[in-house]
């Protein structure tokens, strides 16, 4: 039997402020700027329906699994996977999982950094009492006007890279406890104010409708693909952020009760932003599937109507920026550790190492909203690509293999060990999932959509 691997990075204070942590990478833009927008684009229902599927059937048995890995080999993804495939004994070159998820984390900021730059300015902008009273088309102008400058672009992105390296190099318990203890709670607060605001001005039952009436007839391979994707990247699983968070995790806290309560908090701060903007939507009779901008064209209209709108716009932009901060670290947490651990360098060089890289990278989706416009394959701007290939390939192919080396590759003593699920029936029940019901589900839909079945 291995003896047990211990973290050099520090430890979580208490199994609360893990999953405070975890909740924290998990709910982001994804769930407010990102959910919203693919239900719109995906005709809504169905969406919403898959996309619940997803997270109890693939979601929640991989978090569980991905937890399991990172506070079994209690390093970067990358050497976790090198440890444990010599504890295991199994090849080596499932070390590619732990590459995989460093090369994703970096994809994904690039862009995450450029959208939650948006947010920061709609903070100025809200604050400065620019949204009072606006009209549907200036709030259209003013997006529009936003994206299409990459000089306003770059300063949002590079200021919001400078947060995330400042939190980042302050190291693990310093940096990202504290930051989430009271901002989750007060996103999750300011969006009830929102659906307040929807309940008695929007179009609440429309949105409700939209939301939670499945057009089975428009499930297609897009819908599956968007909707698998949406789940691991809402749930930050399948390159490394939920397993480098797991290896600070203390060997006594229920990994599946944990796990539980983070993809709950996540999932419902999704289904309750989605329940904020699509009765403004409707109500303004705005277009539900017009992208990436929909969040920033819609909630305008309500702060500039409600009454203390400046007061609660402000807060509520500023939140999103603090949900986009605490996602933003999990994204380079897994770069920053490998450098530290292999190349021995301080965390606050490797974390300015990474993000100067990740800041370079951001600028093809800067410009893929102007300059670049044009620049297309497949139909796809630079941001469109990054964001189909990290979400839709490469977070639920990291899943599959997280799936199959658990499932697969390790001793059932170890996981067992490490798991640690008293209940023999729910036991069992994650096994078989994570053996069989995930791996052949994203399979089968990654063939379904190359055409295949
Ligand atoms: N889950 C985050 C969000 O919803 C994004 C993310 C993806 C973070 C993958 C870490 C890893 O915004």
Redesign the pocket.
Known sequence: MPTKNTSIHGEWSSRLAFILAAAG???????IW?FPYMAGDNGGGAFVLIYLICIVLLGLPIMMAEVMLGRRGRQSPINTMKTLCEQENTSHAWRLLGWGGVVA?VL?LSY?SVIAGWSLSYVLESSSGTFKSITETQAGKLFADLIASPLTLIFWHTLFMVMTIFVVARGVSNGLETAVKYLMPSLAVLILVLIGYSLSQGSFMLGVEFMFTPDFSKINEQVLLDAMGQAF?????G?G?IMIYGSYLSQHASIARTSFAVAFA?TSIAILAGLAIFPIVFAYQLEAGQGPGLIFNTLPLAFGQMPGGVFFGTLFFVLLVF??WT?SI??IEPAVAWLVERRGLTRTKASVVCGVFTWLVGLGTVFSFNIWQSYTLFGKTVFDMLDFLTSNIM?PLGGLFIAIFVGWSMRESSVKDEIAIQNPTLYSLWRVLVRYVTPVAVFIIFLHVIGLI
């Open positions: 990478s998990a709910v982001g833009l994804g769930n990102k984390g994904i995450y990247f809402s749930l930050s699983l390159m952020a996540d949900a986009a996602s999990s994204l977070l």
